[in-house]
């Protein structure tokens, strides 16, 4: 089990310079970006819901490794770049940005390279290529797709070209047409409760107004039934959230990110 340490102290103002140096913790008592970390290079840390997630480690070791030696979980250490395998066989390589041991950023990557400490992959998935500087490229990104674009466009083409052609042609059958455009008008759907059979009007009732068959009715009543529900199912939650744990208004809104960050994250959503 990893012993914890106490926080260093504030520094004292420096006389000489007039300046402020890290102190530690902000105002309200959180730790900042250059709070002194209060972790150890090599020892183990089990993290929870109370863990700042803004904790860095020391400047000698400024890489989180997620511990795979022992048989608990998420527990890390701060490490320096050459050590992040030694706990972390498939985290090789010291991510400056983030200050954690990560695997190799490869796109198309089945397996990284973890002989090395850079961005190489060793196998790629299928439907790429390996090249020579350990990056995957897709293999068929060659001639024979921009010729099955080339035809694809062609086709597009045809189709543009005889459908303006119908659009320009004279009428040769003005009758057959006029039939066409009255069986068309006839299979709308209509209120034949009146003498002109007019169209339904778009404000119609269809949870009331049998328009086409009991069918419709009973869909768009269970719509309704699936609305309400959601519509009651939302103001219990809101309840929940306001009167028992405002915590509830942000589960599933924060941001994940770095492993550590994800179990910070997720014993805070277990306990939430």
């Given at each position: 089990?990893?012993?914890?340490?106490?926080?260093?102290?504030?520094?004292k103002?420096?006389?000489?310079?007039?300046?402020?140096?890290?102190?530690?913790?902000?105002?309200?008592?959180?730790?900042?970006?250059?709070?002194?970390?209060?972790?150890?290079?090599?020892?183990?840390?089990?993290?929870?819901?109370?863990?700042?997630?803004?904790?860095?480690?020391?400047?000698?070791?400024?890489?989180?490794?997620?511990?795979?030696?022992?048989?608990?979980?998420?527990?890390?250490?701060?490490?320096?770049a050459?050590?992040?395998?030694?706990?972390?066989?498939?985290?090789?390589i010291?991510?400056?940005?983030?200050?954690?041991?990560?695997a190799?950023?490869?796109?198309?990557?089945?397996t990284?390279?973890?002989?090395?400490?850079?961005?190489?992959?060793?196998?790629?998935?299928?439907?790429?290529?390996?090249?020579?500087?350990?990056t995957?490229?897709?293999?068929?990104?060659?001639?024979?797709v921009?010729v099955?674009?080339?035809?694809?466009?062609?086709?597009?083409?045809?189709i543009?070209?005889?459908?303006?052609?119908?659009?320009?042609?004279?009428?040769?059958?003005?009758?057959?047409?006029e039939?066409?455009?009255d069986?068309?008008?006839?299979?709308?759907?209509?209120?034949?409760?009146?003498?002109e059979?007019?169209?339904?009007?778009?404000g119609?009732n269809?949870?009331?107004?049998?328009?086409?068959?009991?069918?419709?009715?009973?869909?768009?009543?269970?719509?309704?039934?699936v609305?309400?529900?959601?519509?009651?199912?939302?103001?219990?939650?809101?309840?929940?959230?306001?009167?028992?744990?405002?915590?509830?208004?942000?589960?599933?809104?924060?941001?994940?990110?770095?492993?550590?960050?994800?179990?910070i994250?997720?014993?805070?959503?277990?306990?939430?």
């Open positions: 089990e990893a012993s914890l340490i106490r926080w260093q102290k504030p520094p103002i420096n006389v000489e310079t007039k300046k402020l140096p890290p102190i530690g913790q902000s105002k309200d008592g959180n730790v900042t970006e250059n709070t002194p970390s209060r972790l150890v290079c090599g020892q183990t840390e089990k993290v929870s819901s109370s863990t700042d997630k803004r904790e860095r480690c020391p400047a000698e070791c400024p890489y989180y490794v997620q511990n795979r030696n022992d048989e608990d979980f998420c527990t890390f250490t701060c490490v320096a050459e050590d992040c395998a030694k706990y972390h066989p498939k985290t090789q010291g991510d400056d940005e983030f200050g954690v041991c990560r190799c950023i490869v796109d198309g990557c089945k990284c390279d973890n002989t090395v400490l850079t961005d190489r992959c060793a196998e790629c998935d299928a439907g790429y290529v390996m090249k020579a500087d350990g995957c490229h897709l293999w068929y990104m060659g001639t024979w921009y099955v674009l080339g035809l694809l466009g062609v086709l597009v083409l045809l543009v070209l005889w459908i303006v052609d119908m659009g320009i042609r004279p009428v040769w059958n003005p009758k057959g047409l039939e066409g455009h069986q068309r008008d006839r299979m709308k759907l209509r209120d034949y409760s009146t003498s059979a007019k169209l339904f009007p778009l119609t269809l949870h009331k107004t049998c328009v086409a068959g009991p069918g419709m009715l009973l869909h768009f009543n269970f719509q309704l039934a609305i309400i529900w959601a519509v009651f199912v939302a103001l219990v939650w809101m309840c929940f959230a306001q009167f028992v744990d405002n915590s509830l208004w942000r589960l599933g809104t924060r941001r994940f990110g770095t492993p550590r960050n994800n179990c994250l997720v014993a805070w959503g277990y306990e939430t």
